[in-house]
């Protein structure tokens, strides 16, 4: 692949010239700052969970479901300490997760309508089939096919479509709004059920594209834990986008971390 004393000088290289930037400059660049910030704020936002009653007993079932463990009573006091040592891994994981999901449901439930409402279009689910293309010639040729039906999209799209999509008769969905090129959300826009956009380009790719179902969002549970979790990383990054420029001014100046030294090697033992 590559010759081992052609990378070796190439690491040193980059190592040099790493070992010339300030390490907090490092940090950020490399968005470790970034993600501390993140998994202190995580870590503070679990803490201020707590299960009691019915909600603990979903809790413990949640946390030891799938496993020969035996369950802790309750969820207070240091219960993980019970847990065996190859086990708690995958206990702890599970209790950060459930512990950082009722904190965003707790925080958004309330508004949870009115984002769904606003977001609503973008939700709407396709099913649609394409063909892929590099002719426009023969794209025009399938689609005067088809809007003559004189034969089937999905037949076209097995035998013509190029890519591994042919495979599946181009069948895509369903998938959200958000999910979708935008020049193919644009043609399924205009269609109804059945119904085939005439060709266009995408890059140096001729695409037909027949939409097969269109489904409109509904506030379902599916949904709810999706905006759950879209509104609480959208503000999370906002928070972080906001306050963290700051919070590293002041460090900076606090002198907390001001020099390079985690990148030199460590000495050696005489």
Request: aromatic residues 8%; hydrophobic residues 40%.
């Amino acid at each position: 692949m590559l010759d081992t004393a052609i990378l070796l000088q190439e690491l040193r290289s980059s190592l040099d010239s790493l070992k010339s930037t300030p390490l907090m400059d490092l940090l950020v660049n490399h968005q470790i700052i970034h993600k501390i910030a993140k998994d202190h704020i995580l870590i503070n936002l679990r803490n201020q969970v707590n299960f009691s009653g019915s909600d603990e007993s979903k809790a413990i079932q949640a946390l030891f479901a799938d496993t020969q463990l035996i369950p802790p009573k309750s969820l207070e006091g240091d219960w993980i300490v019970q847990i065996p040592s190859d086990d708690r891994p995958k206990i702890m994981e599970r209790w950060n997760l459930l512990r950082q999901q009722k904190w965003i449901e707790t925080t958004y439930e309330e508004l949870v309508e009115s984002y769904f409402l606003s977001e609503r279009p973008q939700l709407e689910q396709f099913v649609y089939s394409f063909i892929r293309l590099s002719d426009q010639g023969l794209a025009d040729e399938l689609y005067l096919r088809l809007i003559a039906n004189e034969s089937d999209f999905l037949t076209l799209a097995g035998e013509f479509s190029e890519g591994l999509n042919k495979y599946k008769m181009g069948i895509c969905g369903p998938q959200r709004r958000s999910e979708i090129h935008p020049k193919i959300v644009e043609a399924l826009e205009k269609l109804s059920n059945g119904d085939t956009a005439a060709p266009f380009a995408i890059g140096s790719s001729v695409l037909l594209v027949h939409l097969i179902h269109r489904q409109e969002a509904s506030l379902d549970n599916e949904i709810k834990v999706f905006l759950y979790r879209q509104m609480f990383e959208r503000e999370l990054s906002e928070f972080l986008s906001r306050e963290l420029p700051s919070l590293i001014t002041q460090l900076t100046e606090l002198g907390a971390i001001n020099d390079t030294s985690a990148l030199d090697p460590a000495p050696s033992v005489q």
